[in-house]
T-cell receptor, first 113, second 116 residues
Framework: DGGITQSPKYLFRKEGQNVTLSCEQN?????MYWYRQDPGQGLRLIYY???????QKGDIAEGYSVSREKKESFPLTVTSAQKNPTAFYLC????????????FGQGTRLTVV | SQQGEEDPQALSIQEGENATMNCSYK?????LQWYRQNSGRGLVHLIL?????REKHSGRLRVTLDTSKKSSSLLITASRAADTASYFC????????????????FGKGTHLIIQP
């Protein structure tokens, strides 16, 4: 089935540790995005990528890093520099022209313990 | 930056009634989209309306767009218990200004509860 897959669904991190969230898509989309969602809030853009080996900061990139070595994959690393990492993280992809719908993964809930 | 702002923040109605949610935005756009999110899940695309369109239908959904007022509404007719979810509007503000896929800008959503 075509779609976008995030893993793991739940992730626990100790303070001071880096963790990497996986996002894979087989929709042949050029554009991929990472969003953060806090309780009762909308989505805020962390990073996005329009093409392999290129990515841009979104509104809240501090404390996060990404890579785009393959078209299908856009992993997000939450570093120890992120002061408040507990949140629900959503990955999405779309056609590059931006005038179409975005497809979302099922999300990863990250909790700092 | 968050552009879309939904109103109301929460809405509770009886099954069978119609539900209306509104969204306002601040700058010019190419299109506006509505998404649905069930609790703890990803977002699912519902409908996209372009800036040169005023109304669009999809099944029990009706979306309107008023670019002069920078607002949109989502109407769900004959609501069902399964429609209980959060609904978000999203605009392409960044894409309009800079071109390319710069990510959608989301509002905080309307939480809709359908009472059986």
């Amino acid at each position: 089935d075509g779609g976008i897959t995030q893993s793991p669904k739940y992730l626990f991190r100790k303070e001071g540790q880096n963790v990497t969230l996986s996002c894979e898509q087989n929709l042949n989309h050029d554009a991929m995005y990472w969003y953060r969602q806090d309780p009762g809030q909308g989505l805020r853009l962390i990073y996005y990528s329009q093409i392999v080996n290129d990515f841009q900061k979104g509104d809240i990139a501090e404390g996060y890093s990404v890579s785009r070595e393959k078209k299908e994959s856009f992993p997000l690393t939450v570093t120890s520099a992120q002061k408040n990492p507990t949140a629900f993280y959503l990955c999405a992809s779309s056609l590059k022209d931006g005038n179409t719908e975005a497809f979302f993964g099922q999300g990863t809930r990250l909790t700092v313990v | 930056s968050q552009q879309g702002e939904e109103d109301p923040q929460a809405l509770s109605i009886q099954e069978g009634e119609n539900a209306t949610m509104n969204c306002s935005y601040k700058t010019s756009i190419n299109n506006l989209q509505w998404y649905r999110q069930n609790s703890g899940r990803g977002l699912v695309h519902l409908i996209l309306i372009r800036s040169n369109e005023r109304e669009k239908h999809s099944g029990r959904l009706r979306v309107t767009l008023d670019t002069s007022k920078k607002s949109s509404s989502l109407l769900i007719t004959a609501s069902r218990a399964a429609d209980t979810a959060s609904y978000f509007c999203a605009t392409d503000e960044n894409m309009y200004s800079g071109g390319g896929a710069d990510g959608l800008t989301f509002g905080k959503g309307t939480h809709l509860i359908i009472q059986p």
